[in-house]
């Protein structure tokens, strides 16, 4: 599959539509946090469901990043052309739950980029978090474990 492919899936991804590099963090996110707070639609959990991904009260991160790569992989086999914009759209609602976007040229890229997994950036050019020494659920980026802090 050539990179040029993933460049244009990544394009039709984009969730800010200014020069922004994508930040993907892997996290496991509470289904319904609260009884009058639900984070995940039914909708979004049978269409995760359907990629024997197991779902107890968390929706993983990992697993949405799986499903993303299974359906690039798939885009060359695809049946129905329909169906699988459908679940490209499914899945960019879902991974917008685990993505934040930062400016192309902020000084904070290269200093993330030593907490993330190189490959999918270069490969797929979203900043894949692998070390949560810089990130929480409850405070977001920890901008305090980074050299360069004048983060807004």
Same mark, same amino acid.
């Given at each position: 599959?050539?990179?040029?492919?993933?460049?244009?899936?990544?394009?039709?991804?984009?969730?800010?539509?200014?020069?922004?590099?994508?930040? &993907?963090?892997?996290?496991?996110?509470?289904?319904?946090? &609260?009884?009058?707070?639900?984070?995940?639609?039914?909708?979004?959990?049978?269409?995760?469901?359907?990629?024997?991904?197991?779902?107890?009260?968390?929706?993983?991160?990992?697993?949405?990043?799986?499903?993303?790569?299974?359906?690039?992989?798939?885009?060359?086999?695809?049946?129905?052309?329909?169906?699988?914009?459908?679940?490209?759209?499914?899945?960019?609602?879902?991974?917008?739950?685990?993505?934040?976007?930062?400016?192309?040229?902020?000084?904070?890229?290269?200093?993330?980029?030593? &907490?993330?997994?190189?490959?999918? &950036?270069?490969?797929?050019?979203?900043?894949?978090?692998?070390?949560?020494?810089?990130?929480?659920?409850?405070?977001?980026?920890?901008?305090?474990?980074?050299?360069?802090?004048?983060?807004?």
């Amino acid at each position: 599959i050539k990179k040029s492919y993933f460049n244009k899936i990544n394009c039709d991804f984009k969730f800010i539509s200014q020069k922004t590099i994508p930040v &993907f963090v892997p996290l496991k996110i509470k289904i319904q946090p &609260f009884n009058d707070l639900r984070h995940f639609t039914d909708f979004e959990l049978d269409f995760i469901k359907r990629f024997n991904k197991h779902i107890d009260d968390y929706v993983d991160g990992k697993d949405i990043w799986d499903i993303f790569e299974q359906l690039l992989l798939a885009s060359k086999n695809i049946n129905n052309f329909f169906d699988y914009n459908i679940d490209l759209k499914t899945l960019q609602g879902l991974m917008a739950k685990f993505t934040f976007s930062i400016f192309k040229y902020s000084k904070l890229i290269n200093e993330l980029k030593v &907490f993330c997994d190189i490959d999918k &950036f270069i490969n797929y050019g979203f900043l894949y978090i692998v070390n949560f020494d810089i990130y929480s659920y409850e405070f977001g980026l920890i901008v305090d474990n980074l050299s360069y802090s004048n983060f807004i």
